[in-house]
């Protein structure tokens, strides 16, 4: 044979080195990371011992990069049944474990991905946290993987009484947050909503992933009009923050804010245009500008107005004398009150000002905003506290072109599938949204469980349904879930260290219903199985996918424009030579085929290796 088959990929693993590469190919040769390279980088740097510098730590931080690594052996199962348009649209809702998700996302969409917004848990004592234990025994790793256990989701809360409350919730948005950062584009940007609970901490975090140079800004929103006071203390906390942090700060730039031209007027008919009254000094002392610490005369009355010491005027005296020559002063018409600037509109710069990390809630919406928003579409309070799409709309113009696409992976209710929508009924855009969401359960006495949706995901789903039918009419979008690989993964795992480690893995395997002589699982879907290939050979889930036939054999031809990609996969039982010989022709050259072991013959699997690029299950 010319090469060796491949095997075809049963586990996403994210491979540090990879993500280095990316940032610092240089110091990556021949797939390792040469240390020297990596030494020189750092030369120059103070080396100090540990307990001498700066940093940030808690308790499972070692771990974190274990359990970035971990593969995922899951898969994404396509449910056309919930979908809307599923051939006419790129707009994914993927139900199912965001750790887990994003994994397997992380090849397919590698820097793809322009603005990422999520609305994470708070860590109230009371939020959906779990640990990302990577050590379970198989068959409690996919009952983790796939949501399922006796009862349903497995599900667990970060308890204040935890002793390490802080830290678990750290080690839960280390992970998400680290892999997250590699789907951004090269000018991307991610904003995180959070309250005053871990805001710190989470400023902290995000400097050691995104790197503290690529901090934006950290928006201010009120979101309460209430301000009911605390009896003990008399204050009241109205407010949350959106933090933002660039992929590369120096390739991002926000589009801004209008600047306000309602003030501006012609009341003289000066013949240079509109024009505004603007203050003429600043705050500064006259030991910080000595220069523009003076006294300024009008020429017409001779009253002097002195530079106060703590506000001295803009601009040096040479050029308020040149501007009081080409009568851009207004002078008060008695000695009271202080010069002015005449400022013009033709002078403007540019139609646009700086966008103010300040949220003006009544522009953006309140909490309850949001809340009345969604109980008009469900008719009924489904969901409690969710975001304004009129928030997310306002942070979102900020960044988002209109073919960009944007990624929640804390997706609640689907605010930001709402809010995409609203921008794209606008403005005529054609942005895009990956939505995940765990099938967290809705609590049995809420009135959206006494509504039928059992999860949290399933009133996701339902909200872009509604927002299709009743709002945008034109909303479409595909959901996949998250599930156990279709794969026979019994060679793929090594427990940990244990007694008779075989015995245990065969049972595992047994109860699971995986221990079986075929490459696929007894249950598997066809169209499953072929999803689970494309994915985890970096493929997008956009991708078409196209059945024919080559000789006697059904194929999937599956073709990702976006990442040039082919691939054809044959799932038939047994190939026969005619299939082989058409596959043998120039058209096919080069080209990559997956077919099942067990279905070709050695000569086959020579010829065709020869020819195309072989990969068998």
């Given at each position: 044979m010319k090469d060796p088959i491949d095997k075809i990929n049963k586990k996403a693993t994210p491979n540090l080195k990879e993500l280095l590469k990316s940032d610092a190919p240089y110091i990556v040769e021949d797939g390792k990371v040469n240390l020297e390279k990596l030494k020189g980088l750092l030369a120059g740097e103070t080396t100090e011992k540990e307990d001498d510098r700066f940093y940030f730590n808690w308790a499972g931080k070692d771990k974190v990069f274990q359990a970035i690594q971990a593969p995922a052996y899951s898969t994404l199962v396509p449910q056309k049944n919930k979908s809307i348009g599923w051939d006419e649209t790129e707009n994914l809702m993927i139900v199912g474990e965001n750790l887990e998700t994003l994994k397997l996302l992380l090849k397919p969409y590698f820097g793809k991905v322009k603005v990422i917004y999520v609305d994470p848990p708070y860590n109230t004592g009371n939020d959906f946290i779990y640990k990302d234990n990577f050590s379970l025994p198989l068959k409690e790793y996919f009952e983790r993987t796939g949501q399922k256990d006796g009862n349903g989701s497995r599900m667990t809360?970060?308890?204040?009484?935890n002793g390490r409350f802080h830290s678990d919730w750290l080690n839960f948005m280390f992970t998400r947050l680290f892999l997250a950062r590699n789907l951004l584009t090269d000018d991307g940007i991610i904003y995180i909503s959070i309250d005053d609970k871990e805001v710190h901490h989470l400023r902290m975090l995000m400097d050691e992933v995104f790197g503290e140079d690529n901090f934006l800004t950290m928006f201010l929103w009120k979101s309460r009009q209430t301000t009911d006071s605390r009896k003990d203390t008399h204050t009241s906390t109205d407010h949350e923050y959106i933090i933002s942090y660039c992929k590369n700060i120096s390739n991002f730039s926000a589009k801004g804010s209008p600047i306000d031209v309602t003030k501006y007027s012609n009341p003289d008919n000066d013949p240079r245009g509109d024009w505004a009254s603007i203050d003429l000094s600043v705050q500064a002392t006259k030991d910080q500008r000595p220069n523009q610490f003076y006294d300024i005369v009008d020429p017409n009355t001779g009253n002097k107005y002195p530079a106060n010491p703590n506000r001295v005027w803009s601009k040096s005296r040479a050029v308020v004398e040149q501007m009081i020559k080409e009568k851009r002063i207004l002078f008060p018409e008695s000695g009271n009150g202080r010069p002015r600037e005449k400022k013009f509109i033709a002078d403007l710069k540019s139609g646009i000002t700086g966008f103010s990390s300040w949220l003006d809630s009544t522009k953006v919406g309140y909490t309850t905003n949001g809340t009345r928003e969604l109980s008009e579409l469900f008719e009924g309070r489904i969901f409690d506290f969710p975001k304004p799409t009129s928030l997310l709309k306002t942070i979102f113009n900020q960044s988002l072109g209109k073919d960009d696409l944007i990624m929640d992976f804390f997706a609640g209710s689907g605010s930001t599938g709402h809010a995409v929508a609203q921008l794209n009924k606008e403005d005529g855009g054609n942005r895009k949204f990956i939505l995940v969401q765990i099938p967290e359960p809705t609590d049995e006495i809420s009135e959206a469980f006494r509504?039928?949706?059992?999860?949290?995901?399933?009133?996701?789903?339902?909200?872009?349904?509604?927002?299709?039918?009743?709002?945008?009419?034109?909303?479409?979008?595909?959901?996949f879930s998250l599930s156990s690989s279709n794969f026979n993964l019994k060679d793929e795992f090594e427990l940990a260290e244990n007694k008779d480690l075989g015995e245990l893995k065969n049972t595992y395997l047994k109860e699971l219903g995986l221990y079986v002589d075929q490459p696929t699982v007894i249950a598997a879907n066809t169209l499953d199985i072929v999803y689970e290939i494309i994915l985890k050979n970096g493929f997008s889930l956009n991708s078409k996918i196209d059945e024919l036939k080559l000789g006697s054999n059904n194929f999937y031809k599956v073709t990702d424009a976006e990442n040039e990609l082919e691939i054809h996969v044959?799932?038939?039982?047994?190939?026969?030579?005619?299939?082989?010989?058409?596959?043998?022709?120039?058209?096919?050259?080069?080209?990559?085929?997956?077919?099942?072991?067990?279905?070709?013959?050695?000569?086959?699997?020579?010829n065709l290796n020869t020819f195309v690029k072989l990969q068998v299950i």
């Open positions: 809360t970060n308890s204040e009484a509504a039928g949706y059992k999860s949290i995901s399933d009133v996701c789903i339902e909200r872009l349904k509604r927002v299709s039918k009743k709002v945008e009419n034109s909303l479409k979008f595909k959901v044959s799932l038939d039982s047994k190939i026969e030579d005619v299939s082989v010989e058409v596959i043998r022709t120039t058209e096919y050259k080069g080209k990559t085929f997956v077919f099942y072991d067990n279905a070709l013959t050695d000569s086959q699997k020579i």
